[in-house]
């Protein structure tokens, strides 16, 4: 029970260090919020979206975000003819109207956690979300943990009560 009490703590911690220091900080990944539906069904309003800079070309398939008329955007690439991507959002019928250069491209889409991007929203866009998230993770360890050790005394007690009933001080 101990180890998996501290795996799922650590695992805790390694995500909220990941999400709000790492990834942000890094400059080979990016976090971005799915926003509108022209990606439905891959990914939704609240999604929490992954991206990795782009790496060797871009080929027919990928989902790639980029800035367009100063908006981020994330659509499929469905052609690429030489420097420029023609995209399309994967709940609409016809293709973007504009060209994309790859040089406007930020990341390569790695994977979604869906509806994360609520709870980071509320975070970033007001002005004590972080304070209270951390609080928030903070009550929550600190309930855990005592949670932990009020199951590890009383397996104590219960050892020592019968310990006391065998005869044994």
């Not at 900080?25 to 609240?46: D, H, I, K, L, Q």
């Not at 504009?98 to 930020?106: E, H, I, L, N």
């Not at 980071?120 to 004590?128: A, D, H, K, S, Y």
């Amino acid at each position: 029970m101990k180890k998996y009490f501290e795996f799922f703590v650590l695992g805790i911690l390694i995500f909220y260090l990941a999400v709000f220091w790492f990834l942000p900080s890094s400059s080979n990944y990016s976090v971005y919020f799915g926003e509108g539906e022209s990606m439905t069904p891959t990914f939704n309003t609240g999604d929490l979206l992954i991206f990795k800079s782009p790496e060797g070309k871009v080929k027919p398939g990928m989902i790639v975000v980029y800035e367009h008329k100063e908006k981020t955007r994330s659509h499929r690439v469905i052609s690429v003819d030489g420097q420029n991507l023609t995209t399309k959002g994967d709940g609409k019928e016809e293709p973007d109207p504009w060209s994309v250069s790859t040089s406007d491209v930020k990341g390569v889409y790695l994977f979604k956690i869906r509806f994360l991007g609520y709870l980071l929203t509320f975070v970033v866009e007001t002005p004590f979300g972080e304070i209270l998230l951390s609080t928030f993770l903070i009550v929550i360890l600190a309930g855990l943990f005592i949670v932990y050790e009020i199951i590890n005394k009383n397996s104590a007690l219960r050892r020592t009560f019968r310990n006391l009933a065998k005869g044994k001080p």
